[in-house]
């Protein structure tokens, strides 16, 4: 009964000891070293207007509908974009559902970007991420969208071009991935410009 008793005593002592170092100690170390070392990360990235207004964050993609805002990757993520429902389509190559959705999609970004029927289409424009909430899209994506963007917003080509450049993110670590352009900030950035003439 005696060692009964002190196991069970070494055991509820342990537990306690645990949960104060792994359920307190450690996440307020962890908290406390992101916010010292990393704050805007540490608080996701959020991304700011000229008011100060949150308009969202720079690491999940949301949608833009107008023609003068660069349209971010499809989303398969809930009813698009819903950070709550992350997810890609999940088909496979050879799924018919995948390839009349690409069909769709090519159509659909000719007719919006008014680019020539056979005008290739770059794979990013056409298929969503496999969290469905990337927020990149590539330069080449970017820049076939610029002619709608300069339109819409009676604004030379050149700056908006020279808008994506200025947004082009490199490659990771300068080996891995491809360059990149937050939609995000590139609209935020266009419109902060707009607001300021």
Same mark, same amino acid.
């Given at each position: 009964?005696?060692?009964?008793?002190?196991?069970?005593?070494?055991?509820?002592?342990?537990?306690?000891?645990?949960?104060?170092?792994?359920?307190?100690?450690?996440?307020?170390?962890?908290?406390?070293?992101?916010?010292?070392?990393?704050?805007?990360?540490?608080?996701?990235?959020?991304?700011?207007?000229?008011?100060?207004?949150?308009?969202?964050?720079?690491?999940?993609?949301?949608?833009?509908?107008?023609?003068?805002?660069?349209?971010?990757? !499809?989303?398969? *993520?809930?009813?698009?974009? @819903? /950070?709550?429902? +992350? %997810? &890609?389509?999940?088909?496979? $190559?050879?799924?018919?559902?995948?390839?009349?959705?690409?069909?769709?999609?090519?159509?659909?970004?000719?007719?919006?970007?008014?680019? !020539?029927?056979? *005008?290739?289409?770059?794979? @990013? /424009?056409?298929? +969503? %991420? &496999?969290?469905?909430?990337? $927020?990149?899209?590539?330069?080449?994506?970017?820049?076939?969208?610029?002619?709608?963007?300069?339109?819409?917003?009676?604004?030379?080509?050149?700056?908006?071009?020279?808008?994506?450049?200025?947004?082009?993110?490199?490659?990771?670590?300068?080996?891995?991935?491809?360059?990149?352009?937050?939609?995000?900030?590139?609209?935020?950035?266009?419109?902060?410009?707009?607001?300021?003439?």
């Amino acid at each position: 009964m005696k060692t009964l008793l002190l196991d069970l005593k070494t055991s509820v002592l342990v537990t306690v000891v645990f949960a104060l170092l792994l359920c307190g100690a450690y996440p307020l170390a962890v908290w406390a070293g992101g916010q010292l070392l990393f704050p805007g990360r540490a608080n996701g990235s959020l991304v700011t207007d000229a008011t100060g207004a949150v308009r969202g964050s720079a690491l999940l993609a949301q949608n833009f509908s107008s023609d003068k805002y660069f349209q971010p990757r !499809p989303s398969a *993520a809930g009813t698009g974009y @819903d /950070a709550t429902n +992350s %997810s &890609g389509t999940n088909f496979g $190559p050879t799924s018919q559902k995948l390839a009349d959705s690409i069909k769709a999609a090519v159509a659909a970004y000719r007719t919006s970007n008014g680019l !020539p029927a056979d *005008a290739a289409v770059p794979a @990013d /424009a056409v298929t +969503s %991420s &496999g969290s469905g909430l990337d $927020p990149h899209i590539s330069v080449t994506n970017a820049q076939l969208q610029a002619v709608r963007v300069a339109k819409a917003r009676s604004l030379p080509l050149d700056k908006v071009l020279a808008a994506i450049t200025a947004h082009t993110e490199g490659r990771d670590l300068h080996i891995f991935g491809e360059p990149g352009v937050n939609v995000l900030l590139l609209n935020r950035d266009l419109d902060e410009a707009a607001a300021r003439k």
